[in-house]
């Protein structure tokens, strides 16, 4: 099964768009779980 230029190009457009969003919610994690740290090590003392 062989997919168009056209169908590729669609393909390509949407699984970068994908990757994107994946990429955006694991750095918010980051971000979120270095907060919680942050706070948690300066509540401590």
Do not use: C, D, H, W
């Not at 949407?14 to 948690?40: E, H, P, Y």
């Amino acid at each position: 099964m062989s997919m168009t230029p056209e169908e590729q190009a669609e393909f390509t457009r949407r699984r970068k768009g994908r990757n994107l969003v994946v990429a955006g919610l694991l750095l918010a994690f980051v971000v979120l779980f270095f907060f919680i740290t942050i706070v948690r090590i300066g509540g401590a003392q």
